[in-house]
């Protein structure tokens, strides 16, 4: 099957309803660069593909950290130009010319990760990166007054309520700290960076970074207690070991951990942190932002991997209310997951699970899988396209021919078949539930349950959608289009009519979709086999 084309779309005319139509920005081509987004030939090439949402620039704490140091060309942010003032004129210009294009600019929003060095009170050394940005760059006229004098006071604690800090990356030989989301000095930092960022022509803004460590400062001790006080009883917090929990003091509030060595109160703890970074995020970008500007394009870059829970994936023990609200778009990484194939072993190194999973809890909003795998262009794209996503997640290399005409050619087949893709819902037989009551209770196992049943639906090319088992719990209507309903240790229900049958190689994907207007079922047919 060498040399075929990865996406096919058959049409079905039918019956079907036509897709409800959608009031929000849906979109269907993506294109997001860290690096050569100021080659001369950029611009020329988003005009040859033509995308809806360009994700490029740097705004939050890497553009305030880095673009004033030595390493302002390196890794992460591989900035133009040096200097506050004249990246950020840089930026502005950029995305004047990226609207003439008629496309949206997203701008990368750091929210807590710093870069440098405090300054040394005993030896004298001056600060460095995002302490000499605070201290000695900070523009009032521009970003108003500082929150706070001292920079330290915005950071993370450990339990030797010293910050937390590590030398990772070791980006221009400095340390790494963060900053803590529930710091209300912090919030208004990240408040001055969005009104900046807003003035500078962003649409809006994706965030990253989006963690939470197991900070034990004022903020988090204050906050925890607060939320366990609302959440429980006294008998039901005698249950988690605390008695008096108004003056109980921690010794850990983690986030991510082993699902092995998890305990009621330490999943409490991950919810909470994983609650109060919504919070926070939604107080900076929706409350604040979208004040300034009511149509703010909001995302998070977030990590699902292969459906790691509690240990990872920044939504995990989120409840499905808040999962999502309000947020224009997903991105989700695949990480090492899904970033090369061996065709030998069956292994197709795809995200279509992954994206069915985020299709049915974002509620058919726009998203985008992050794959770190640069050869399979065509295939990344389709499998997005195919599953109600928008390509692409990294990487569109425009500089290199070949890979830029395959990125050009299948963005433009999009655009000339918009009305296929923009705002579609998917159109499935069977719905598979995703069990996120059970990981909420720190059981991961079955959710490998979920993954081997996914990938047999997908081998035998069923039509199916997955939705979490509490969004199918809380709105029971949701299933209510499906012929079968599948539970991962639970009763499934049986069709009575025999479903959709498909004759492809193992190698293919099925999917099918009804477009936001016209009665009819549009199939898509995904080739993984690229030897």
């Known amino acids: 099957m060498a040399g075929l084309a990865v996406l096919l779309v058959v049409v079905v005319a039918g019956d079907a309803p036509a897709a409800e139509p959608a009031g929000r920005f849906e979109f269907t081509r993506l294109v997001a660069h860290w690096h050569r987004y100021d080659h001369p030939d950029y611009l020329p090439f988003l005009r040859e593909a033509r995308p809806d949402v360009v994700q490029l620039g740097f705004y939050g704490a890497h553009f305030w950290s880095l673009v004033h140091t030595k390493a302002y060309g390196g890794y992460p942010a591989h900035f133009p130009v040096r200097g506050h003032d004249a990246c950020g004129k840089w930026f502005a210009e950029r995305n004047r010319l990226i609207h003439k294009i008629d496309a949206r600019v997203v701008g990368h929003f750091n929210v807590e990760f710093l870069v440098g060095d405090p300054r040394d009170k005993k030896t004298g050394k001056g600060p460095t990166g995002f302490f000499r940005f605070y201290e000695e760059l900070w523009d009032e006229k521009q970003l108003g007054p500082r929150p706070v004098k001292d920079p330290l006071e915005f950071l993370e604690r450990g339990p030797d309520g010293k910050p937390i800090s590590q030398k990772g990356y070791g980006i221009g030989g ?35 970074y989006f963690y939470r460590h197991n900070c034990l400062c004022d903020h988090c001790q204050t906050g925890f207690r607060k939320y366990l006080a609302d959440r429980f009883s ?49 107080e900076v970008f929706h409350r604040y932002g979208r004040s300034l500007k009511p149509d703010l394009i909001t995302a998070q870059w977030n990590h699902l991997g292969n459906f790691g829970q ?41 995200g279509t699970l992954q994206a069915r999973y985020i299709r049915g809890a974002f509620d058919d909003k726009p998203f985008t899988l992050g794959k770190y795998e640069s050869t399979r262009i065509r295939v990344a ?16 290399r425009f500089t290199d021919t070949a890979a830029r005409g395959e990125i050009v050619r299948y963005y433009r ?60 719990a809380s709105t029971p209507e949701r299933l209510k289009p499906y012929m079968r309903v599948l539970r991962i240790g639970g009763e499934s229900s049986t069709p009575e009519t025999k479903p959709s049958r498909f004759e492809a190689p193992y190698t293919v994907r099925v999917s099918a979709s009804r477009p936001a207007g016209g009665n009819e079922l549009d199939l898509h047919l995904v080739n993984y086999n690229r030897t």
């Open 174 to 208: 400095m340390r790494e700290y963060w900053a803590c989301l529930r710091n209300p000095g912090w919030q208004k930092v990240l408040k001055a960076w969005v009104r900046q960022g807003i003035r500078q022509g962003l649409d809006g803004f994706i965030a990253n």
């Open 413 to 472: 087949f999009l655009g000339q078949h918009d009305a296929l893709f923009r705002g579609n819902r998917s159109h499935a037989e069977t719905v598979l539930l995703f069990p996120r009551q059970a990981v909420h209770r720190g059981r991961v196992e079955p959710v490998e349950a979920f993954k081997r049943l996914g990938r047999k639906l997908l081998d035998d090319h069923v039509l199916f959608d997955v939705l979490p088992d509490d969004l199918a």
């Open 381 to 396: 794209i389709a499998e997005l396209a195919a599953n109600g996503g928008a390509p692409m997640g990294f990487y569109t």
């Open 310 to 350: 509690i240990s990872g994936d920044e939504r995990c023990l989120l409840p499905g209310e808040l999962w999502g609200r309000d947020e224009t778009y997903l991105w989700y990484s695949t990480g090492a997951a899904a970033f090369f194939t061996d065709l030998e072993k069956r292994f197709l190194g795809e």
């Open 234 to 282: 006294q008998e039901q917090l005698k249950g988690l070991g605390i008695d008096d929990v108004a003056g109980h003091r921690f010794e850990e509030i983690v986030s991510w951990h082993d699902p092995s060595k998890s305990t009621p109160l330490r999943r409490e703890m991950l919810r909470w942190s994983q609650i109060s970074n919504k919070q926070v995020f939604d």
